[in-house]
């Protein structure tokens, strides 16, 4: 199959790697950037705080390498970007009403986690030299064998009653991918912020966050400028930075 991405977007196609954001760190640039990495196996693919994501050979995964140039908060608020184009690329399959946002960085279709996103970064100082977003995505069934998951896993084809191919979706993240980073950089971290908080789960509702050292509970207001979860508790606001969150 031939894939049509954006103007200036490069990619690969690999059969089998340990983690695309393995290939990512190895990446020598010779292709230029952004560049995509797609793989149609990977054998030790990881989520956030190294939990390992399981997929199967109708997964989706991939990452995005970037250069930039920017803050390590710009840097972190592109998590947001790819969530924001990650939920419309789905939304070509499903009815939008059964994707939801849940923060900081999963899609999830009728209440179970059909997607998520990985950052990796590095840089000197106060500069991101290199962003590598990371992003799976359960395009056949659910994977099995899935143990201590907050969200249990749905499958896009469980749902849909078809398969869709890795490579029409990168053709389909990557347009969308393109389309999120331009309103970014043209309008700021506001605009992603409104569009990723109108299809935020839970929203208004009392909600855990738990940050691996304390436990909040509290209804979810939303995020702030910086991306980060924002919970009205019985002692008051409170402003997380990082946390798993459960409802």
Not at 3 to 14: A, D, E, M, R
Not at 79 to 86: I, K, N, P, Q, T
Not at 160 to 169: A, L
């Amino acid at each position: 199959m031939q894939i049509k991405l954006p103007i200036g977007v490069s990619f690969t196609v690999v059969e089998r790697t340990s983690s695309t954001m393995d290939l990512a760190r190895c990446y020598d640039g010779s292709a230029g950037f952004p560049h995509w990495i797609l793989a149609k196996v990977q054998d030790q693919a990881r989520g956030r705080r190294g939990r390992l994501w399981i997929g199967n050979k109708e997964s989706f995964a991939a990452t995005l390498i970037m250069k930039p140039k920017c803050t390590p908060l710009i840097a972190s608020q592109y998590s947001f970007v790819a969530a924001c184009a990650l939920f419309r690329s789905l939304g070509k399959y499903v009815d939008v009403t059964q994707l939801a946002q849940k923060w900081p960085n999963d899609v999830l279709l009728n209440g179970g986690k059909v997607a998520g996103i990985l950052l990796e970064s590095s840089g000197t100082g106060h500069s991101v030299d290199r962003l590598s977003i990371g992003v799976g995505v359960n395009l056949g069934s659910a994977p099995k064998n899935v143990k201590k998951a907050n969200f249990v896993p749905v499958g896009l084809s469980d749902v849909i009653g078809k398969s869709i191919r890795p490579e029409e979706f990168l053709e389909n993240l990557a347009y969308n991918f393109n389309l999120s980073e331009q309103n970014f950089k043209k309008y700021g971290f506001v605009k992603i912020c409104e569009e990723w908080t109108g299809q935020a789960c839970r929203l208004g509702e009392v909600i855990t966050a738990h940050t691996g050292k304390e436990e909040y509970q509290g209804q979810f207001e939303g995020i702030d400028a910086n991306g980060n979860l924002v919970l009205l508790t019985s002692s008051g606001k409170r402003v997380i930075p990082s946390a798993d969150v459960c409802f």
